[in-house]
Structures are given as structure tokens and as C-alpha cells.
């Protein structure tokens, strides 16, 4: 199998609220008013956590297929707990990401607790976005003048 590059394309609609293409999809990433935004789309971290929902719903089935169990659905409760003070510059003691995130699956499976330990495991060490949130990935931020 060949490498696979996602592409996105994010324009500032204002200083709180960013429309995102992605393939043929337009998503809407903004702040809630608290946060100085519209509330018209969710927050860049709950996109974040929605997207590694994402990706453990996909391989949650596919692990599952291959190990031969049925698993009729998934529900997946995710949190994250982070301090916005960094974000903010008042402070610079913490990082300025999630503190950690915490996920739960609840398998709808008549499979047994040994399968079930295998088959989180084989989600864990599969899933991209986990991959990427648990380990160093090289990141190149660079500007341009428009």
C-alpha cells in the first residue's frame, strides 16, 4: 500500500471562526461566544477529539472483522481537560494542549473479555489519530505574505 496525504484548505472567515475544505466537504471550526466566537461549528479541540472518535470507530470494526466477532456498534465517550491559560499568554507553566484525553468504548459484541482486551489493544497501536496524539510528530509551521 502506497502513502495517503490529507489535504485541507482553512480560510479565516474572522478571528474566531475557520471554514475548512476537505475533499469535497466544507466544515466550520469556530469558538463559542464565551470565547469570542459564533458558536456556528465546534472548537478547534473538540474537532480534535471528535476526529480520534473518528478514527477509533474505523478500526474498531475493521480489528473486528478481522478477529472473526461480530460487533454490532460502538458508542465512545471522549474527554479532555486542558487549561486555556497558555492559549490566553497569561501564563506559560503548563503546555497549552489537552492535560489528557480519556476514551471509553462501549462494544455492543457478545465477545468475550479476553478478545475484547486484544481487540482494544489492536485499536490502540492502529489508529492513526491515536498514534499522532500519543507520540512525537514532526510538525513544519511556515508563514507566507499574502
Request: charged share 30%.
Given at each position: 500500500?502506497?502513502?495517503?496525504?490529507?489535504?485541507?484548505?482553512?480560510?479565516?472567515?474572522?478571528?474566531?471562526?475557520t471554514i475548512v475544505k476537505a475533499r469535497n466537504f466544507e466544515i466550520i471550526i469556530d469558538e463559542p461566544q464565551e470565547m469570542g466566537g459564533t458558536d456556528?461549528?465546534?472548537?478547534?479541540?473538540e474537532y480534535l477529539i471528535a476526529a480520534f472518535s473518528g478514527c477509533i470507530n474505523v478500526v474498531a470494526h475493521l480489528v473486528a472483522k478481522e478477529m472473526n466477532f461480530e460487533l454490532r456498534g460502538v458508542e465512545i465517550?471522549?474527554?479532555?481537560?486542558?487549561?486555556?491559560?497558555?492559549?490566553?499568554?497569561?501564563?506559560?507553566?503548563?503546555?497549552?494542549g489537552f492535560k489528557q484525553i480519556n476514551?471509553?468504548?462501549?462494544?455492543?459484541?457478545?465477545?468475550?473479555?479476553?478478545t475484547l482486551e486484544k481487540w482494544l489493544e489492536a485499536i490502540e497501536s492502529r489508529c492513526p489519530i491515536s498514534d499522532n496524539l500519543q507520540n512525537p510528530t514532526p510538525v513544519k509551521i511556515s508563514y507566507k505574505k499574502k
Open positions: 500500500m502506497t502513502d495517503l496525504r490529507s489535504w485541507i484548505k482553512a480560510v479565516s472567515a474572522s478571528p474566531m471562526k456556528e461549528g465546534a472548537s478547534p479541540v465517550d471522549i474527554y479532555g481537560d486542558l487549561n486555556p491559560a497558555k492559549l490566553f499568554g497569561q501564563s506559560n507553566e503548563e503546555r497549552a476514551l471509553s468504548i462501549k462494544a455492543d459484541t457478545d465477545a468475550d473479555e479476553a
